[in-house]
């Protein structure tokens, strides 16, 4: 039986779909592990080296991602990285495939821009965390903390040309 779920994007976020972006929730449990979509846009109105999107399934907003590419802020350090600053996928679309796809999605965007050797994220551990699914997608804890939280980087050897 064909897979019934609609396609995955990611979408610029524009003034049409603001609100709808804002309204998206993890589940109680999950709270403690992201910080809420309202938050991350308006640090990202504050930070040149951020770059998000909306996630969509089909029509419908689904999620958030916002990557910190350091080769975008003035001046660019001099061996800058790029990392997964936040992801989420709202609570009526878990468990779908929803994330799995936009999170590869990203990875493949990271690719294509042809200048990282990986992509960082960090996730805050205990019950419920996200390590699963990270670990799942390729990514290894790489012996770093950020503050509370577990550093997992993904090596993109092989990257495809841009």
């Known amino acids: 039986m064909p897979d019934a779920t609609p396609p995955v994007t990611l979408r610029e976020i524009n003034r049409d779909n603001l609100g709808a972006i804002l309204e998206l929730s993890v589940a109680e449990s999950q709270k403690g592990f992201v910080?809420?979509?309202?938050?991350?846009?308006?640090q990202a109105h504050f930070a040149p080296e951020a770059w998000?999107?909306?996630i969509y399934c089909g029509d419908e907003p689904a999620g958030f991602v916002m990557l910190e590419d350091q080769s975008?802020?003035?001046?660019?350090?001099?061996?800058?990285?790029?990392?997964v600053w936040r992801f989420m996928i709202d609570q009526r679309f878990q468990r779908r495939?929803?994330?799995r796809a936009a999170m590869l999605q990203v990875i493949e965007h990271v690719r294509r821009l042809g200048r990282f050797s990986s992509l960082l994220l960090s996730y805050v551990p205990g019950p419920g965390s996200p390590e699963g699914f990270y670990r799942s997608l390729g990514f290894r804890p790489n012996g770093r903390m950020d503050g509370t939280e577990v550093v997992m980087e993904l090596p993109l050897a092989g990257a495809s040309s841009p």
């Open 35 to 42: 910080a809420t979509n309202a938050v991350s846009l308006a």
């Open 97 to 99: 495939g929803i994330g």
């Open 72 to 83: 975008m802020a003035s001046p660019p350090p001099e061996r800058p990285e790029i990392g």
């Open 52 to 54: 998000y999107r909306a």
